[in-house]
């Protein structure tokens, strides 16, 4: 990979993380919506991986409760596996354009959802009974496409939880997803020295970006910031879509 690709890596990844320091959005998505305009997919999820954990690993320790929040979510977390293992073979037997569209609507989607979503919990006999289909969904949506938001965190918002919860349950499903992901890229034979180099180099950024964006978050106001970082994300999607569409 030439240099100035990897600076181009880099600097997604510290602004990726700075915007997840700042509004609490999933890092991949954001990181992803970057790459994805210069580095194919099936090269830009593994550059994502090891950054991802270190993300993850950072909001987690910041968030506790993570044992009740863990024993909560177990069916969740579980059915996840199959989705992704299934989303994996799908990024594997498609051509790089598809996930990318893929890729596209899922960021336009939940960019639109959070920009209009509204106090809304759902029935408690419904809570357990999505559980197992939300996690199988966002296993499929993230091992197509690298993201991990859909629709995870539309459905986690939804259980009028505490937002320490809701941060904790989400970065324990980032975490666990991107651990079986680096695992499923290494048996696809997407994964090279070059790669997991690059993408280790991304961890020192990652944790500067999160602190510089944890700090900003404090002294500005921080709906303004989420409502920004939501329209780019929109912009990010509609764009791919754009230019997947007019690939394939």
Same mark, same amino acid.
């Not at 991949?28 to 099936?42: P, Q, Y």
């Not at 991107?178 to 961890?203: D, P, R």
């Given at each position: 990979?030439?240099?100035?690709?990897? $600076?181009? /890596?880099?600097?997604? +990844?510290?602004?990726?993380? @700075?915007?997840?320091?700042?509004?609490?959005?999933?890092?991949?998505?954001?990181?992803?919506? &970057?790459?994805?305009?210069?580095v194919?997919?099936? $090269?830009s999820?593994?550059?994502?991986?090891?950054?991802?954990?270190?993300?993850?690993?950072?909001?987690?320790?910041?968030?506790?409760? +993570? %044992?009740?929040? +863990?024993?909560r979510?177990?069916?969740? +977390?579980?059915?996840?596996?199959?989705?992704?293992? &299934?989303?994996?073979?799908?990024?594997?037997?498609?051509?790089?354009?598809?996930? %990318? @569209?893929?890729? #596209?609507? /899922?960021?336009? !989607?939940?960019?639109?959802?959070?920009?209009?979503?509204?106090?809304?919990?759902?029935?408690?006999? *419904?809570?357990? %009974?999505?559980?197992?289909?939300?996690?199988? /969904?966002?296993?499929?949506?993230?091992?197509?496409?690298?993201?991990?938001?859909?629709?995870?965190?539309?459905?986690?918002?939804?259980?009028?939880?505490?937002?320490?919860?809701?941060?904790?349950?989400?970065?324990?499903?980032?975490?666990i997803?991107? $651990?079986?992901?680096?695992?499923?890229?290494?048996?696809?034979?997407?994964?090279?020295? =070059?790669?997991?180099?690059?993408?280790?180099? #991304?961890i020192?950024? /990652?944790?500067?970006?999160?602190?510089?964006?944890? %700090?900003?978050?404090?002294?500005v106001? =921080?709906?303004? @910031?989420?409502?920004?970082?939501?329209?780019? !994300?929109i912009? !990010?999607?509609?764009?791919?879509?754009?230019?997947? *569409?007019?690939?394939?």
């Amino acid at each position: 990979m030439e240099l100035t690709l990897i $600076l181009a /890596v880099e600097v997604a +990844f510290i602004a990726a993380a @700075f915007l997840k320091g700042m509004t609490g959005l999933g890092f991949s998505t954001l990181c992803l919506g &970057m790459l994805a305009s210069f580095v194919d997919l099936k $090269l830009s999820i593994p550059l994502v991986i090891l950054p991802s954990l270190t993300s993850n690993a950072l909001v987690m320790i910041d968030a506790g409760e +993570f %044992r009740s929040t +863990f024993r909560r979510f177990v069916p969740m +977390f579980v059915c996840a596996f199959p989705g992704l293992l &299934m989303g994996l073979w799908l990024l594997n037997s498609m051509s790089g354009d598809r996930p %990318r @569209f893929v890729l #596209g609507i /899922v960021l336009a !989607l939940y960019g639109c959802w959070a920009l209009l979503q509204g106090e809304y919990v759902l029935p408690e006999n *419904w809570q357990r %009974r999505l559980m197992g289909p939300v996690g199988l /969904v966002t296993g499929v949506i993230n091992g197509l496409t690298g993201s991990q938001i859909m629709p995870i965190l539309p459905y986690l918002l939804s259980l009028g939880l505490t937002k320490n919860i809701v941060v904790q349950a989400i970065n324990t499903s980032f975490t666990i997803s991107s $651990l079986v992901m680096l695992l499923g890229l290494g048996k696809l034979g997407l994964l090279s020295a =070059e790669l997991i180099t690059i993408s280790a180099v #991304g961890i020192i950024p /990652v944790a500067v970006g999160i602190r510089l964006g944890s %700090r900003v978050r404090r002294r500005v106001s =921080e709906a303004l @910031f989420r409502v920004l970082v939501l329209w780019m !994300l929109i912009l !990010l999607g509609v764009s791919l879509i754009m230019r997947s *569409w007019a690939a394939m």
